[in-house]
C-alpha cells in the first residue's frame, strides 16, 4: 500500500471516529439513548405563520379521537355503511317433501337419456354392454366394476370426467389398484355445476350473488377498523381464508392508534367466505362489497378526510380568545398552508430514531445499525427490554432471542441470523460481516424505511431552510415537477401519508426542473407548485446554488455525499424522489366542545353512527347522540376542539395540526404526550 494510499484510510478512520464521537456527545452512545426525539432532532423547525400564537392540546388520547375515512380516486369519502348481508336460511324440509322430492328424483332417472354424442364416445372407449350396464346403475342405484382395465392415466381421466358429465355429476366412479372403475351412485352431491351454484346465490329479486350482480375477478369492499394496522388487518384476512397476502391489495395504510376506513380487493375468493368473516373478526368489519375487473393499488387514492378530536385544550396567554385563534389559524392554513414535513411518525417511537440507523446503513457500519435497533433505551416496547439488557451484557443472540417479543421484527431477524455466525475470538465480538448478514434478514419494508427515514430527516432539514429563505414567495432555481418529461427511469413523487409504507409501492416516476426567471416574473407559478428532492441518484437538486450547498453540509456531518447515493445493497441505493415544500388542506370545519369526563365521547365511528341509524329505522332501541358524527355530551369545565378536514396522500395530518395549534409533536410533545 501507498504512502498516499494509507494516510487516504487513516483520514476516513478518523472522519468515522469523529462521526461516531458526535453520535455519543448527541446521546446516542453507540446504541444506547435514554432522550427522546423532538421535532428538532428530525429539521422540523419552523412553521408557514408564526403570527398565530396557537393553542395547547392533547390528540389519541382515545383511539376514537382520530378518525381516518379513505377518499377514492373519484373523490368518494370511504364510510361502512353496511355490515354486509346475511345469507338467507334454507327452511329444513319436511319428511313427506323429502319423500316427494326422492319419488321425483327416481321417476327422473327412469326416463334419464344421456345425451347422443357423450353417449358415443363412452361407447368408443367402453363398449355398448358396458354403457347398457352404468345406464342401469343410474336408474336401480347400484354399483359395478367394469371388467375392463385402463392402463393410461389419461383415458382413465376423460373416462372420469365423461361419466359426470353425461349423468349430471349424479355418479361417482373410482379407479380401483389394477385399473378398473367402480361406478355407482353419488353418495353426497360431490360436484356441482356453475349454473347450480349461481342459482343457489340469487336473492328474492333474481339477483345473484345476493344480489351484488354477475362475478368479476376481483371483489372490492370497505374495511373499518378500530385501533388495528392495515398490515394486521390484511394478514388477519389472509389467515382466516388461507390465501397469500399478496392477494389481499389496498390503495394505502392507515394509522394503527385510530379508527379508519378505507377499500381493500381481493380476487380467487367466494363471496360469501368474505362476508362470513365478519362473525368472527375483533375491532374489523367488512361491508360494501362490489365485483370489479381490476384490483386496487398502492396509490389509487386521492387521500384521506380526518376527524380529530383534540382534547384538554387551553390557551397559551390570559386573554386569549381560542374561536379567534382558530378563524385566524385556518385562514392561514387555507391562504399559505403548511410546510409538508414527514411527519414524527416516520422517525418511529422509540429513543433512537430511524433515521439514524439508515444513516448507519448509508454508511455501510453494519455493527453500529445493529446497535442502534439492539439498544437499550427507554422508549421502547416495555417487553422487550429484558432481552435487549441480556443482549448488551453478554452479545449472546441464543439467549436475548429467547426472551425477545415476536413483535419486534427486526430484533428477532438480527438475533435469529447471528444465532448462526461465529464471533471474533480477538474482538470477542461478530466481525462487520456478520452483521451486515444479519441486516439483511431484516423483513424488506423495514430495511428499506431506515434508509427512507434518512432521505425524510434530509428533507425535512432542507425544507426549513427553503421557508427561510422566501416563506411565500418563489425564487429562481427552485423546481416544479416537469410534467412534459414522464419517465420510467426518473424519481417517484413521494406520494407518503400517515405511514411510510405508501412510497415503497410502484409508482409513476417524474422528473423535475428549475423555475427560470421569467417564469418567476410571469407569476407562472406559486409556493404550493415547489418541490424538494430527497437525496439520491437520479433526481434533479434545485438549481439554487445555497439551497443546493445545504444538501452538501448537512450530510457531510453524517459522511456522505448527496451525489454518491448509489450503494452495492440494492436496497440502500436510493434513486430519490420529489415532494411538495407546501401542502394545503381542503374542507376545513371546526367546532368547540365542552366536556365532563377524559372518557366522554366526542365523534362518534362509523360503526356506531350505522348501527344507531339502522336500529332507529328498525324500530328498536338506539342512542339519539350517535345518530351523526358529532357527539351530543354533557357540558363540563374541559374544553376541546373537533376538528375535520381533507389531505392529499402526501402529507401527515399532525402537520396540519401542528401549524395550527403551534405546539411539539414528538411523541412525548405537547399534542401527543402518550406511554409507549
Known amino acids: 500500500m501507498s504512502d498516499q494510499s494509507s494516510k487516504r484510510e487513516s483520514e476516513t478512520v478518523l472522519q468515522q471516529e469523529e462521526i461516531k464521537k458526535t453520535k455519543v456527545a448527541e446521546g446516542i452512545n453507540d446504541g444506547i439513548n435514554n432522550s427522546n426525539i423532538t421535532e428538532r432532532d428530525v429539521g422540523i423547525t419552523c412553521y408557514m405563520s408564526g403570527d398565530n400564537v396557537g393553542f395547547n392540546g392533547q390528540i389519541k388520547q382515545r383511539y376514537t379521537d382520530f378518525l381516518v375515512n379513505e377518499i377514492t380516486k373519484q373523490g368518494e369519502v370511504v364510510h361502512l355503511t353496511d355490515k354486509g348481508f346475511n345469507v338467507p336460511k334454507k327452511p329444513k324440509p319436511t319428511k313427506e317433501q323429502i319423500e316427494k322430492l326422492q319419488k321425483e328424483e327416481f321417476e327422473k332417472r327412469q326416463t334419464f337419456e344421456v345425451d347422443e354424442n357423450i353417449r358415443k364416445e363412452l361407447v368408443e372407449m367402453m363398449d355398448e354392454e358396458a354403457v347398457l350396464q352404468i345406464e342401469e346403475v343410474y336408474r336401480s342405484n347400484r354399483k359395478i366394476e367394469t371388467s375392463k382395465a385402463f392402463e393410461d392415466k389419461a383415458e382413465r381421466t376423460k373416462l372420469h370426467q365423461l361419466l359426470r358429465k353425461a349423468f349430471d355429476n349424479q355418479l361417482e366412479s373410482v379407479t380401483t389398484p389394477s385399473n378398473h372403475l367402480v361406478i355407482g351412485m353419488a353418495t353426497r352431491q360431490t360436484r356441482v355445476s356453475k349454473q347450480a351454484l349461481i342459482e343457489q346465490t340469487k336473492d328474492a329479486n333474481g339477483v345473484e350473488n345476493w344480489g351484488y350482480g354477475p362475478s368479476k375477478s376481483f371483489i372490492h369492499f370497505t374495511v373499518y377498523k378500530e385501533n388495528k394496522d392495515t398490515m394486521d388487518v390484511a394478514n388477519t384476512l389472509s389467515k382466516f381464508m388461507r390465501i397469500p397476502t399478496r392477494l389481499i391489495r389496498f390503495s394505502g395504510t392507515k394509522d394503527r392508534r385510530a379508527v379508519t376506513c378505507q377499500r381493500m380487493s381481493l380476487s380467487k ?209 427552485d423546481l416544479v415537477v416537469d410534467d412534459t418529461a414522464a419517465s420510467d427511469c426518473a424519481a417517484e413523487v413521494d406520494q407518503d401519508g400517515e405511514d411510510f409504507d405508501e412510497d415503497l409501492r410502484e409508482a409513476k416516476f417524474v422528473r423535475a426542473r428549475p423555475i427560470t426567471a421569467e417564469e418567476i416574473a410571469a407569476k407562472t407559478f406559486t409556493m404550493k407548485d415547489i418541490v424538494l428532492p430527497t437525496p439520491g441518484f437520479d433526481i434533479v437538486y434545485p438549481a439554487n446554488e445555497k439551497l443546493r450547498q445545504l444538501y452538501v453540509d448537512i450530510m457531510a456531518k453524517d459522511n456522505m455525499d448527496p451525489f454518491d447515493m448509489k450503494r452495492k445493497v440494492r436496497d440502500f441505493s436510493l434513486a430519490g424522489s420529489y415532494r411538495h415544500v407546501i401542502n394545503k388542506p381542503t374542507d376545513i370545519e371546526y367546532r368547540i366542545v365542552s366536556y365532563e369526563n377524559p372518557t366522554d365521547q366526542l365523534i362518534n365511528t362509523d360503526l356506531e353512527i350505522l348501527n344507531a341509524n339502522r336500529g332507529k329505522d328498525n324500530g328498536q332501541k338506539y342512542i339519539k347522540s350517535k345518530l351523526e358524527r358529532y357527539s351530543t355530551v354533557k357540558e363540563g369545565d374541559k374544553k376541546s376542539v373537533v376538528i375535520k378536514f381533507k389531505l392529499g396522500v402526501s402529507a401527515y395530518a399532525t402537520m396540519v395540526l401542528r401549524e395550527l395549534m403551534k405546539v411539539e409533536t414528538s411523541r412525548r410533545g405537547d399534542m401527543c404526550n402518550v406511554t409507549v
Open 269 to 477: 375468493i367466494g363471496l360469501d367466505r368474505l362476508n362470513g368473516l365478519n362473525k368472527g373478526l375483533k375491532g374489523v368489519v367488512l361491508g360494501g362489497y362490489k365485483f370489479e375487473d381490476e384490483p386496487l393499488n398502492l396509490g389509487d387514492l386521492q387521500g384521506n378526510e380526518f376527524t380529530i378530536a383534540i382534547r384538554d385544550v387551553s390557551l397559551k396567554n390570559e386573554g386569549d380568545d381560542l374561536e379567534d385563534i382558530l378563524n385566524k389559524g385556518i385562514e392561514s392554513l387555507e391562504k399559505y398552508g403548511f410546510i409538508n414535513y414527514f411527519g414524527m411518525q416516520r422517525f418511529g417511537t422509540f429513543s433512537v430514531s430511524t433515521h439514524q440507523i439508515g444513516q448507519a446503513l448509508l454508511s455501510g457500519d453494519w455493527k453500529l445499525a445493529v446497535d442502534l435497533i439492539m439498544a437499550e433505551q427507554e422508549n421502547v416496547l416495555p417487553i422487550s427490554k429484558e432481552a435487549r439488557k441480556i443482549w448488551a451484557e453478554t452479545k449472546n443472540p441464543i439467549h436475548a432471542v429467547s426472551a425477545m417479543p415476536y413483535q419486534c421484527l427486526a430484533e428477532n431477524a438480527i438475533l435469529n441470523a447471528l444465532c448462526h455466525e461465529e464471533k471474533d475470538e480477538s474482538l470477542n465480538d461478530y466481525p462487520n460481516s456478520s452483521y451486515h448478514n444479519a441486516i439483511l434478514k431484516i423483513p424488506r419494508n423495514l430495511r428499506t424505511m431506515y434508509v427512507h427515514a434518512y432521505q425524510s430527516y434530509v428533507w425535512n432539514k432542507i425544507a426549513s431552510e427553503r421557508i427561510k429563505l422566501s416563506e411565500h414567495k418563489v425564487i429562481e432555481g
